[in-house]
């Protein structure tokens, strides 16, 4: 076995109250009942509505060390991850502070503007070199430094902008953007620089042939840019002995702590395969099936998702927990708002009289 000690970290992977009953429907699986009855509870996050940042964004960024948590230092929703992205995609983030932008499709509703989730708008990397072409030298007149390491997420950094307060782009996916759309962090007064930007980018990008062709093709035009995860490189620990994840934001927390991030494994078994037995301390493995079909209240395949993680990890797990192969299960399930962190060892599996449902770990 590699690990005594692994803690799953699972974004979207728990509904809201209001979802549940269609969410759960025909729920089928019984290894994670039985780990979630018999676990301990460690933590609650319960979060607000209006947040900007998303449960798990806010609980790895805590977790490195990320942000300050003395109580009268932090704000709540603060998450300031665009730095450690900017690292693991290749970048120099250096002392400034970054803030990520990601190309996106901002959608005219009735009486407002609703952003579409980034990740269903399909766009290739030659498209998204081919946008950004277009507006670096805009961005660059601005007085702004960019960098594009990645095709989709690039990155801006310059006095002018300011201290941004930007919303996940999941966070406001799908929601009118008034509320999400950034704001001066010490005032809460709409940017006049991120508008000017923003504005240069819309009208370099209106008409443009590439989005033509893309709507001849049935798809989004990519309209706009969103800004978030705005922050300052800072010393990070890691509480984890190995880091398995594909975001770029726990990836890079991880090389500014000093480990080599990895892809998280296929299933238990190919974790419990890795041949590195001897590896002492706890493992992080972030999983990600669910955030699609969390925002698209795809509920049908928000279930294909689970039953496939009962299958490949939760069902394993427990197994390895009840014959003493695995030492400690730990699993953090977050919503769009808050967040449960449970741990599960072979001894708490005893415990009977434990019977905590799913619908109790509920996030209001």
Not at 61 to 68: L, T
Not at 127 to 143: C, S, W, Y
Not at 232 to 241: G, Y
Not at 264 to 283: C, E, K, M, W
């Amino acid at each position: 076995m590699p690990v005594q000690d692994l803690h799953l970290l699972l974004p979207f992977a728990l509904p809201s109250a209001a979802d549940a009953a269609t969410a759960l429907h025909n729920l089928e699986s019984p290894a994670l009942e039985r780990l979630l009855a018999r676990a301990t509870l460690d933590e609650r996050v319960i979060g607000e509505d209006f947040q900007r940042t998303l449960p798990h964004e806010r609980w790895i960024a805590r977790q490195f060390g990320a942000v300050n948590t003395a109580a009268d230092a932090t704000p709540a929703d603060e998450a300031p991850l665009a730095p450690y992205m900017l690292l693991a995609d290749g970048g120099t983030p250096g002392d400034a502070p970054w803030a990520c932008v990601e190309p996106v499709h901002v959608r005219i509703a009735h009486d407002h503007l609703v952003l579409i989730d980034p990740a269903t708008l399909q766009v290739s990397d030659d498209e998204a070199h081919t946008l950004f072409q277009v507006v670096k030298p805009l961005i660059e007149e601005l007085g702004i430094e960019v960098q594009a390491p990645a095709a989709t997420r690039w990155y801006v950094s310059g006095e002018s902008l300011g201290a941004l307060a930007g919303a996940s782009p999941l966070r406001a996916s799908g929601r009118n953007i008034e509320i999400w759309l950034p704001h001066e962090a010490k005032t809460g007064e709409r940017s006049r620089a991120w508008m000017k930007l923003q504005n240069e980018v819309q009208m370099a990008w209106f008409e443009h042939p590439l989005n033509e062709a893309r709507e001849a093709r049935g798809l989004p035009a990519i309209n706009s840019i969103w800004l978030h995860a705005q922050g300052t490189l800072r010393t990070v620990t890691s509480p984890f002995a190995r880091v398995m994840s594909d975001a770029a934001a726990t990836r890079g927390l991880a090389l500014a702590a000093g480990l080599a991030p990895q892809s998280p494994p296929a299933s238990f078994a190919a974790l419990a395969a890795s041949g590195d037995s001897g590896h002492p301390g706890r493992t992080l493995v972030e999983l990600d099936p669910f955030s699609a079909p969390f925002i698209e209240q795809d509920w049908a395949r928000w279930n294909a998702s689970l039953k496939a993680l009962e299958a490949a990890w939760f069902a394993p797990a427990l197994a390895a927990l009840s014959d003493g192969s695995l030492g400690t299960l730990r699993f953090t399930l977050c919503s769009d708002t808050g967040s449960v962190t449970l741990t599960a060892t072979r001894g708490s599996l005893r415990k009977f009289w434990r019977r905590r449902p799913i619908a109790a770990l509920f996030i209001e």
